[in-house]
């Protein structure tokens, strides 16, 4: 059947649709966004517009698709990070805002710490989607870039974004920092945003989370800290003397996950940064061994 709607008329179906399955009802906004192709400003100048059939129906398709829960990013096929379009699948973690904050603390502190990218030596450990790796060798061309993750779908999603914003990146699949000991290569940087929330947690989780994203990048042991523990044993073996370690972590990681690298690395300096909403979510180390 054959739906004739006018653009405003299919905002108000999606948004009572979306409503009564617990969803934002602004969803709908940005998926008709998408199939017309249009930007806001034109969408809403547009409203009384008829909207083409095959548009119509695919808007239809989506929004009951994201009522059942699969995240807009997934239905769309991306999502902005840092100012930049990256395409995402179900292979890879849709990046959020705050991992932003942790590329732009880590450019910060590569400044500060090193004086400038120049001669740096990167590895994105996990990288999923590429968004971390991608986005600071865009915006510190002079940094040699590494990204590493286990799966190989995620792999193919985080090549793809890196030849679509003309990045640079070396990829390797392995477990964490296993490819960069078997290369013997000593790095300056590490970054990473590896899965950190507890096993538990899952029961209370959305299942617009639990049962689309991939479960690889989100849960991590009892507590969440097991992956950080695993950093520990292969850090000392693949770092510079003078080095820099950018984690996010879980709201309430942050003194142990700083333990942990004192531990570590007894002589570095470990700083607990909150998000922007107050939370802790990075943990930076600066290491002079």
């Known amino acids: 059947m054959e739906i004739n709607w006018k653009i ?3 905002l108000n179906w999606a948004s009572s649709f979306l409503k009564e399955k617990n969803r934002d009802e602004n969803a709908g906004e940005l998926l008709l966004r998408h199939f017309t192709e249009l930007g806001r ?6 409203l009384r517009s008829e909207l083409n059939a095959e548009a119509a129906e695919k808007f239809r398709q ?58 740096l030596r990167l590895a994105d450990i996990g990288t999923g989607s590429g968004a971390i790796a991608v986005t600071l060798k865009v915006e510190e061309p002079l940094l040699t870039v590494t990204a590493t993750d286990l799966s190989a779908d995620a792999l193919s999603v985080a090549k793809e974004n890196a030849k679509a914003l003309e990045a640079e ?34 029961e209370w989780m959305s299942e617009v ?6 479960h690889l990048a989100l849960f991590a042991g009892n507590d969440g800290l097991d992956l950080y523990r695993r950093f520990m ?57």
């Open 62 to 119: 989506a929004v009951i698709k994201h009522g059942e829960g699969t995240p807009i990013q997934y239905i769309i096929g991306s999502e902005e990070f840092y100012g930049r379009l990256f395409t995402v699948s179900p292979a890879v973690l849709i990046p959020r805002p705050e991992t932003e904050e942790l590329v732009l603390g880590t450019l910060n502190r590569i400044q500060s710490f090193f004086g400038g990218p120049e001669k």
């Open 209 to 214: 989370v639990t049962d689309h994203e991939p």
């Open 233 to 289: 044993d292969d850090l000392p073996h693949v770092l510079q003397p003078k080095a820099l370690v950018c984690f996010e972590i879980g709201t309430g990681q942050g003194e142990a996950v700083a333990g942990l690298l004192t531990s570590t690395f007894p002589k570095a300096k470990v700083e607990v940064v909150n998000d922007i909403n107050g939370r802790d979510r990075m943990v930076y180390a600066e290491i002079t061994m």
């Open 169 to 202: 990146v070396g990829f390797l699949q392995g477990d964490l920092l296993n490819p960069i000991k078997q290369l013997g290569e000593k790095l300056d940087i590490v970054i990473s945003n590896p899965p950190y929330i507890p096993n538990q947690d899952r």
């Open 41 to 46: 400003a034109q969408l809403f100048a547009e």
């Open 8 to 10: 405003f008329e299919a």
